[in-house]
C-alpha cells in the first residue's frame, strides 16, 4: 500500500541514491576513507547531533498526544546519548581533543542544516517540523545498511556502520515512519505540500553534508582572533 511517506521516498529516491554513492560513502564501506576527512566529519557530525537532538526536543513539546511527547523527548535524549559514546570513541582514535572540538565551529552546511531543522521545530507545525527531521533518520539507517552490506569485518570505521545499521536503530526509525503516516492521514492538502518541502529540503541538506565533510568545508571568511578589530580575510586552505 503507498503511503505519505513511500510516496516522499519515491519523489526523493535520486537524492538518496546520490547520498549512498557519494564518494564519502563509498570510502566509508571500503575502509579507506582518509582519516582526516573522517576526523572532520566527526567534529561536525557531533555539532549536528546536538542540535538534532535540540529540534527533537522543540518537536516533542508540539506533539498532538503524549505518546508523541514521550517518544521524541527519548528520540532527543539517545541522540544526545549516541553523540557522546559514539563520537568519545572515535574522538579518540583520530585524535580530537574537547578542547579542538569546542574550539571549532559548525561548517557552513552544518550551521545551515541545524539552522533549518530549529527553525521548522520552532515556527512549523508538528507535521511540517517531524517531516524535516524525517531524513536524518530514514537516510542515515538506508546508507548505513548500505555500507553494511559491502563492509569488511576488519574495516576501520565498523563503530560508525554498526550503530546505523543496528536493529535497535532501525525499529526507531520505523516509528518515526509510522508516526508521520497517521499525522498525514488526518492533514490538509496544504499541510501535506509544507510536508513534502520540508522533507526534500532536508534530504538535499544530508547529501550536502557529506559532500562538505568529504572536501572539508569550512567557512571562507575567518575571524582573525588578537587583532583587536574584527579583521576578516579570506581562508584559501593553505
Known amino acids: ?40 566529519y566527526i567534529v ?11 529540534a527533537l526536543a522543540l518537536l516533542a513539546a508540539k506533539g498532538w498526544t503524549s ?14 546519548a549516541v553523540e557522546r559514546s559514539l563520537h568519545a570513541s572515535y574522538f579518540s582514535s583520530c585524535g580530537v581533543s574537547a578542547d579542538h572540538f569546542m574550539g571549532t565551529e559548525r561548517s557552513p552546511v552544518c550551521d545551515h542544516y541545524v539552522s533549518f531543522l530549529l527553525a521548522s521545530a520552532t515556527v512549523e507545525p508538528f507535521e511540517v517540523a517531524l517531516a524535516a527531521l524525517l ?6 539507517r538506508e546508507v548505513g545498511l548500505a555500507i553494511h552490506a559491502s563492509a569488511k569485518a576488519d574495516n576501520p570505521y565498523r563503530a560508525w556502520i554498526e550503530t546505523y545499521a543496528g536493529e535497535a536503530y532501525s525499529i526507531a526509525v520505523d516509528q518515526v515512519i509510522e508516526t508521520l503516516d497517521i499525522l498525514a492521514s488526518d492533514c490538509s492538502q496544504r499541510s501535506l505540500e509544507k510536508m513534502r ?24 571568511v575567518q575571524v582573525q582572533k588578537g587583532t583587536g578589530i574584527g579583521l576578516c580575510e579570506l581562508d584559501t586552505g593553505s
Open 44 to 54: 561536525q557530525d557531533a555539532h549536528y547531533l546536538e542540535g538534532f537532538s535540540r
Open 197 to 220: 518541502a520540508a522533507y526534500r529540503r532536508s534530504a538535499q541538506l544530508e547529501w550536502m553534508f557529506w559532500e562538505s565533510a568529504y572536501v572539508e568545508a569550512r567557512w571562507p
Open 135 to 140: 531524513p536524518c533518520f530514514w537516510i542515515y
Open 67 to 80: 505518546d508523541h511527547i514521550v517518544q521524541f523527548a527519548d528520540a532527543s535524549k539517545i541522540a544526545i
Open 1 to 40: 500500500m503507498d503511503t505519505f511517506t513511500r510516496s516522499l521516498w519515491t519523489d526523493n529516491h535520486a537524492l538518496f541514491a546520490a547520498t549512498r554513492d557519494h564518494p564519502f560513502n563509498r570510502e566509508l564501506a571500503a575502509g579507506t576513507l582518509p582519516r582526516e576527512i573522517f576526523s572532520h
